[in-house]
């Protein structure tokens, strides 16, 4: 079962020390996001993480009902 499936990799996940360093730039120097070549190719990856996720749910609701069904 992965539990680390990432969705939000078209944000930015600054550290501690970037969002310091961001006080004092004053031109957006420090502003790095996650890029995708193309918008299609952004929302593909979106998509296909958001449906890995839904078919996770999916399966830890089935494993909790089996669980549950055994126990009784």
């Not at 420090?30 to 929302?43: G, H, I, K, L």
């Amino acid at each position: 079962m992965n539990k680390n499936v990432k969705s939000d990799f078209l944000f930015a996940q600054p550290s501690f020390a970037s969002g310091v360093a961001r006080t004092l730039d004053l031109w957006g120097q420090f502003d790095d996001y996650n890029r995708s070549d193309t918008p299609v190719e952004a929302d593909g990856k979106a998509i296909a993480a958001d449906w890995f996720v839904i078919g996770q749910d999916i399966l830890d609701a089935v494993e909790q009902h089996d669980s549950e069904c055994e126990a009784a």
